[in-house]
């Protein structure tokens, strides 16, 4: 059964830095395309980065760059995301997602809530 | 990185059958077969619908069907059921590995 359990979201101030990281199970990990999908209280979803196989291609959304970093270790079934410079409008649910469909995702995590606030 | 145009809300009853649009640009909708849909219900994470426009992952009820014209796509659920009811984002690839959502239609069934 394939499994996404995302953990390290929480409570951090403006300028602060979180690690989140997503534990799969359930599949070969190294073959999937990876993503970060968050969804800030009341709103849509937001797509955030994702990562490639081996981690040599990753891309963000604008709004991120330079402050976030999607990051795989394969070894350990593992998907990360190290957020910097954290602002009140990353506060948002950030669910893990698998890219197993051409070009969507097909199975996700419950979601680790991070909220950036004084 | 703008967000496709979805309504924001949709109704229909038992039954019948609705229509969720779908508008981007030729970067992204128009530009290629990678428009994929949503389903989310309350406080659960989303689950995939439709991918690559109009397939169906396996276990997805062929009561719901995708397609596209232009820079416009769109998500058919037809024989409405309770469960339903939900919100609903559709998703575009890009050209440079982007993904970008809808910002969501919120279906009633009435």
């Known amino acids: 059964e394939v499994q996404l359990v995302e953990s390290g979201g929480g409570l951090v101030q403006p300028g602060g830095s979180l690690r989140l990281s997503c534990a799969a199970s359930?599949?070969?990990?190294?073959?999937?395309?990876m993503r970060w999908v968050r969804q800030a209280p009341g709103k849509g979803l937001e797509w955030v980065a994702n990562i490639d196989q081996d981690g040599g291609n990753k891309n963000y959304v604008d709004s991120v760059k330079g402050r976030f970093t999607i990051s795989r270790d394969n070894a350990k079934n593992s998907l990360f995301l190290q957020m910097n410079s954290l602002r009140t409008e990353d506060t948002a649910m950030y669910y893990c997602a698998r890219d197993g469909l051409p070009t969507a995702a097909d199975f996700w995590g419950q979601g680790t809530q991070v909220t950036v606030s004084s | 990185q703008s967000a496709l145009t979805q309504p924001a809300s949709v109704s229909g009853s038992p039954g019948q059958s609705i229509t969720i649009s779908c508008t981007g640009t030729s970067s992204d909708v128009g530009g290629y077969n990678y428009v994929s849909w949503y389903q989310q219900h309350p406080g659960k994470a989303p689950e995939v619908m439709i991918y690559e426009v109009s397939n169906r992952p396996s276990g997805v009820s062929s009561r719901f069907s995708g397609s596209k014209s232009g820079n416009t796509a769109s998500l058919t659920i037809s024989g409405l059921q309770p469960e339903d009811e939900a919100d609903y984002y559709c998703s575009s690839y890009t050209s440079i590995n982007i993904v970008i959502f809808g910002g969501g239609t919120k279906l009633t069934v009435l």
């Open positions: 359930g599949f070969t990990f190294s073959t999937y395309w």
